[in-house]
């Protein structure tokens, strides 16, 4: 079984940071590309931004000089810095991965998605 953890959202005023993260814990061979969805309410989920095992980054026009992802393998982590925040991005950011997992003797991936963690920008 496979969790993924997000924290760090919050409350903050416009031109206001934060800082999510999201860690993955359980049983798995490795994680492949993790990214960062947004939901604002009567809105569907829109991807953020994506981050390769190997550190390639695709970023949302929305967002690009804002937000930056990164993550460390090593802690299997995820991030998003998000500067400059705007009442525009207060939505639930969600984070997903894509998983290695093993299972009757074979390998693959496995999609997972995490709770969620409320974001709030104040104008």
């Known amino acids: 079984q496979v969790q993924l953890v997000e924290s760090g959202g919050g409350l903050v005023q416009a031109g206001g940071s934060l800082r999510l993260s999201c860690a993955a814990s359980?049983?798995?061979?490795?994680?492949?590309?993790m990214a960062w969805y947004q939901k604002a309410p009567g809105s569907q989920r829109d991807l953020v931004a994506s981050?390769?095992?190997?550190?390639?980054?695709s970023t949302a026009d929305s967002v690009k000089g804002r937000f930056t992802i990164s993550r460390d393998n090593a802690k299997n982590t995820v991030y998003l810095q998000m500067n400059n925040l705007k009442p525009d991005d207060t939505a639930v950011y969600y984070c997903n991965a894509d998983v290695e997992v093993s299972g009757d003797g074979s390998r693959y991936l496995r999609n997972y998605w995490g709770q969620g963690t409320q974001v709030t920008v104040s104008s």
């Open positions: 981050i390769s095992r190997l550190g390639r980054i």
């Open positions: 359980g049983s798995f061979l490795g994680i492949q590309t």
